[in-house]
Structures are given as structure tokens and as C-alpha cells.
């Protein structure tokens, strides 16, 4: 058990909607990290956050954001869904520049 | 962008042999790290390696880098059919923050 924990662990919603995934981090980590695994583009970072405020940013679409809370916990919201937004959604968390740990993800199915 | 490119993309090896993964990347680096996916389930850090580091042990790993060429490997011995995952290289780009860049993973297969 890495310690982070990501819910849901799957979602199933249709085209043009909007979700929320929800990480928290393992305790005492302040940097939250999202990626997205697919099977056409592989483990694709999307962002991170230290803290509350955003560090680096990736590949990460218009239609998508997220944020960190001051509780740590960070939430990332896809917007006007498309198919090719089905994929494996992670979080990972760590302290400065320690290795990842990665929560188990959030399978998103867009039909 | 893929910073790291894994090689080879699928490898199958009987229990018991050792198996090597390679992994190149294009920019400097603060350090790589190796981690290991099974199937559907999170990441999990196997090394990290500094990058004024050469070589690195863990149990059954071994990690070698050599920045002059931009690459690295990753060598597990008398393999067991638990290895069975896929293990990806990453990569933290020198004056990119903490960054994380992961390549394209190889696929390993250990039979019993």
C-alpha cells in the first residue's frame, strides 16, 4: 500500500460531460503529481503541485485542470469529455525530490 | 514528450535468467529512477540513481548509468515469475523541477 489513495477507481460517463478525481496524498507529502496512461501515448505527465500552488505542467489539455486544497488533497476536473480522454488517470505524491508514490488510479471510460 | 525510451519493448525469459532492460533519454538530468507496473495497478520505485552515480544495487537490481551516452539499465537476476510487470525509466530533466518524464515501459515476461 503506496498511501495514496484515488477515488473512484473507475468511472464510466458519456461524451461532453465533466468529472472529478480526487487524490490523497500519502501523509506528509506535499507534492501531488497527475499523469495519464494510455495505451496509444504511454505515462504522460499532466501537473504538479507543491503545497497548494502549481510547480510544473505537462501535457495537459485546456479542458482539464486541478488543484490542491490547503488540506493537501487535490482534485483534477476534465471537462467536455471526448473518447480519447479514456484512460488511466494517476496520482502519485512525494517530499521535494524524493521518488513517487503512486496511488492505484482511476480507470475513465468515455462512451 | 518521452524523455526515456525503453529497449526492448517486450521481453520473455524462463524463471531463473537474468533479465536487461535499457533505457535512453535526451536531456541532462538530475537523476533516474526505475519503476515497476503490474498489470492495471500504480507505479512503484524499484532505484533511484544520482546522476554522479555510475552504478546502484538493490537485492536482485542493478542499475547502471552512463550520462555520456544518455542512457541507462536495469539488470534483474535469477528472475521469478513475480517479476512479471512492466518497468519503465524516469527521468528528472535538470532545470525542470521535480518534473517526473517516464519512457515507454518494457513489457517483461517471466515463465516458470
Known amino acids: 500500500d503506496s498511501g495514496v489513495t484515488q477515488t473512484p477507481k473507475h468511472l464510466i460517463t458519456a461524451t461532453g460531460q465533466r468529472v472529478t478525481l480526487r487524490c490523497s496524498p500519502r501523509?506528509?507529502?506535499?507534492?501531488v503529481y497527475w499523469y495519464q496512461q494510455s495505451l496509444d501515448q504511454g505515462l504522460q505527465f499532466l501537473i504538479q503541485y507543491y503545497n497548494g500552488e502549481e510547480r510544473a505542467k505537462g501535457n495537459i489539455l485546456e479542458r482539464f485542470s486541478a488543484q490542491q486544497f490547503p488540506d493537501l488533497h487535490s482534485e483534477l476536473n476534465l471537462s467536455s469529455l471526448e473518447l480519447g480522454d479514456s484512460a488511466l488517470y494517476f496520482c502519485a505524491s512525494s517530499r521535494d525530490s524524493s521518488p513517487l508514490h503512486f496511488g492505484n488510479g482511476t480507470r475513465l471510460t468515455v462512451t | 514528450s518521452q524523455q526515456g525510451e525503453e529497449d526492448p519493448q517486450a521481453l520473455s525469459i524462463q524463471e531463473g535468467e537474468n533479465a536487461t532492460m535499457n533505457c535512453s533519454y535526451k536531456t541532462s538530468i538530475n537523476n533516474l529512477q526505475w519503476y515497476r507496473q503490474n498489470s492495471g495497478r500504480g507505479l512503484v520505485h524499484l532505484i533511484l540513481?544520482?546522476?554522479?552515480?555510475r552504478e546502484k544495487h538493490s537485492g536482485r537490481l542493478r542499475v547502471t548509468l552512463d550520462t555520456s551516452k544518455k542512457s541507462s539499465s536495469l539488470l534483474i537476476t535469477a528472475s521469478r515469475a513475480a517479476d512479471t510487470a512492466s518497468y519503465f525509466c524516469?527521468?528528472?530533466?535538470?532545470?525542470?523541477?521535480?518534473?517526473?518524464?517516464f519512457g515507454q515501459g518494457t513489457e517483461l515476461s517471466v515463465k516458470p
Open positions: 524516469a527521468t528528472v530533466p535538470s532545470r525542470q523541477g521535480g518534473k517526473l518524464i
Open positions: 540513481i544520482r546522476s554522479n552515480e
Open positions: 501523509s506528509g507529502d506535499l507534492s
